[in-house]
């Protein structure tokens, strides 16, 4: 916990003021009934309000379609297209199936470089760290949520999660699918976006 707070806590902003990027990288937090659960939500309210500033130009959605009947990044996409963003600025991630493989195959697959991370207040400074340690250069907002039972567990799980995010940023292990290049990012930009 204290190796992620003095990594990241620097780079932790608001979507007023954090530092304009090509890409905001949205990390998945679970669907209820097929739809975006309040949370994950929260963090597509926030990227769509920095790609409608021009903070941002491209948004990577993140997350895992393991299963035929569970898509967050489809999802993730349509809730977005709903509150205006374009599709053709929306790149989908298939296979961010936790926090580092979203950010080594951010790096890896889709070639970011520089990004915005957009989660929860709670979850931002691991996912900073880890993204950091994947090769981007990054600031990250942190949606705030209200102090409920379930912010706190999201808290607790920090606690048990930053074993993990240790092993994963001294050993950087190859995601779980690593694949091809996807040329989606590139293209999104290249297109004017």
């Known amino acids: 916990m204290t190796w992620m707070t003095a990594t990241a806590s620097d780079r932790v902003r608001d979507t007023a003021s ?25 963090r597509l309210d926030a990227a769509a309000e920095l790609y409608r500033a021009g903070t941002v130009r491209v948004l990577l ?8 009947d569970y898509d967050e990044p489809d999802a993730m996409r349509a809730y977005l297209v709903e509150r205006g963003v374009p599709d053709d600025r929306i790149v989908s991630d298939y296979a961010g199936f936790d926090t580092w493989d979203s950010c080594a195959r951010a790096r890896k697959i889709f070639g970011v470089e520089r990004a915005v991370l957009v989660s929860q207040d709670f979850h931002i400074r691991r996912a900073l760290a880890l993204c950091g340690r994947a090769g981007l250069d990054a600031y990250g907002v942190g949606v705030a949520e209200p102090r409920t039972p379930v912010w706190y567990a999201g808290g607790a799980r920090e606690i048990l999660a930053a074993g993990k995010a240790a092993l994963d940023a001294a050993f950087r292990p190859d ?19």
């Not at 995601?175 to 976006?193: C, K, M, T, V, W």
Request: no cysteine; hydrophobic share 40%.
């Open 61 to 68: 959605v993140t997350g895992d379609n393991s299963r035929r």
């Open 175 to 193: 995601p779980h699918f690593l694949g091809p290049q996807e040329p989606g990012i590139r293209d999104a930009l290249a297109s004017g976006g």
């Open 18 to 42: 954090v530092p304009a990027a090509p890409v905001a990288v949205v990390f998945g937090a679970g669907l209820w009934d097929g739809d975006p659960s309040p949370y994950l939500a929260h």
